[in-house]
């Protein structure tokens, strides 16, 4: 089975040290059930292409320990000639150094975006291309996939679950790493070793900034967890762990958390835009949904969320099987990412993001920002992030630490307005801002504020 990584950015050849493999090397990775031979086709400035060769051993495979316990299956398997679990063994020893972000000649090379091109030879895909294409092109991937019919003579046995597969990114290599790690056994749908809580830990330091936000968050984690229910649903919990404020230590005047003085912040301000339509984007439990429900002047609501498990407790909270079919025509919760154009998203007068864009890396925010502002292009788009200057009151959060540990960033308000004054004039909005919360004199709020008026 082979995978190779190939870059034209130039100079090409610097994947060799992000990779910490010489091109003019041929070297050689002992698994426990075979080698990986890591060799550079090509190696221009460029073109250059890293080759990983996986050669198994049938014998090694029939006695590692994590061999099916099913006799006949030890010996007539397709494991030795397809990209499955064994590939993403291989990929984390041969290329371990990279997928952990460390470069010695080169550091600066880490957090570079590069036109990345992937190909996998035999990857088998339980879901075919359809499932192939939901798991990569949330995360920015061009795919192509090949296949062929299981056998010409008789073409209603249908195609193969096969495939060859091309995909293109500009991404950081490092998470291109990751993300193959975990989303190659996922396609298979089988792993050949055990599965515990140390396979927990790995699928959430390997997922993390992309698996929080991916549609298929549910299905990556069962399949990558082998369906075990206790762990599955113990890495989806931690997964989807709701924000919480750091609290100042000393008591606040205000005694209401300030996740609900946002929304009621943000509640208020739809109430004066005479909105009848509004999506919240990013709804998580529905909080906001809820709020609005009470006023009949909000005509149609929608909350969209890329954790089906969210949605649930949403759906739960708001009530909806109760519901008569009137109300619950008025109510809508969609499965799905901000960060993809979706025709859902079109047709309403105001969406909202609370808290959203910090759990999103930077890179990324340009497609939220194509989604929102050029695709759905709403009347009004409110958004509120944390005021990052107002941590300094927070006394026991330490200097340079997030107020939570997904946050991606943390803006201070001359960051925030400046993210925001561009988006208005790329995307043709007017802007203004408000704090949110308890007013420091010289920093401001705990959260900031942004609406967005379409011109």
């Known amino acids: 089975m082979l995978l190779t990584i190939k870059s034209t950015r130039y100079p090409a050849t610097d994947l060799g040290y992000l990779l910490h493999k010489h091109p003019a090397k041929v070297q050689s990775v002992a698994l426990s059930a075979g080698t990986a031979h890591i060799y550079y086709p090509e190696a221009t400035e460029n073109a250059c292409t890293a080759a990983l060769l996986l050669d198994i051993d049938p014998v090694g495979l029939v006695r590692s320990k994590g061999s099916n316990s099913f006799s006949l299956d030890q010996y007539v398997n397709d494991r030795p000639y397809v990209s499955a679990s064994f590939m993403s063994l291989a990929i984390a020893q041969a290329y371990s150094s990279a997928m952990n972000g460390r470069c010695k000649d080169k550091p600066e090379l880490v957090d570079v975006p590069l036109p990345l091109e992937v190909q996998l030879t035999s990857l088998p895909v339980k879901g075919g291309e359809a499932l192939l294409r939901q798991l990569f092109e949330p995360l920015g991937y061009e795919v192509t996939a090949k296949t062929a019919l299981l056998d010409e003579t008789f073409p209603e046995w249908g195609v193969s679950r096969y495939f060859n597969v091309t995909l293109r990114n500009t991404i950081c290599l490092k998470y291109l790493l990751r993300q193959l790690y975990v989303l190659i056994p996922v396609c298979d749908n089988n792993k050949h070793y055990f599965v515990d ?84 984007l990013g709804c998580g439990e529905g909080k906001l949904l809820r709020l609005l429900k009470e006023y009949k002047s909000f005509q149609k609501l929608t909350g ?84 990052a200057e107002y941590n300094a009151n927070y006394g026991n959060l330490q200097y340079g630490n997030f107020r939570h540990s997904d946050h991606r960033f943390e803006w201070t308000r001359a960051e925030f307005e400046t993210w925001g004054n561009r988006v208005a004039e790329q995307f043709r909005y007017s802007v203004s801002y408000q704090p949110i919360g308890e007013v420091d004199e010289n920093l401001g709020g705990p959260s900031q504020l942004a609406i967005f008026k379409r011109n």
């Open 304 to 387: 969209m969320d890329v954790s089906f498990m969210s949605l649930q407790l949403a759906s739960k909270k708001l009530k909806l099987d109760q519901l008569n079919s009137t109300a619950k025509e008025r109510i809508t919760l969609l499965h799905g990412s901000l960060t993809y154009m979706d025709q859902r998203l079109k047709g309403y007068d105001a969406a909202v993001l609370v808290e959203v864009i910090e759990h999103l890396d930077e890179p990324r925010l340009v497609d939220l920002e194509r989604t929102v502002f050029q695709f759905a292009r709403p009347q009004h788009v409110i958004i509120t992030t944390v005021n």
């Open 197 to 280: 809580n140390h396979e927990m830990e790995k699928l959430l330091e390997k997922g993390t900034g992309w698996l929080e936000e991916h549609p298929l968050k549910e299905l990556i984690t069962r399949r990558y967890l082998k369906n075990i229910g206790p762990l599955t649903n113990e890495a989806l919990e931690r997964l989807l762990k709701e924000e919480k404020a750091v609290e100042p230590e000393a008591a606040s005047i205000d005694k209401k958390r300030l996740h609900d003085i946002r929304l009621e912040a943000v509640r208020d301000l739809l109430l004066t835009t005479d909105a009848s339509t509004v999506i919240d």
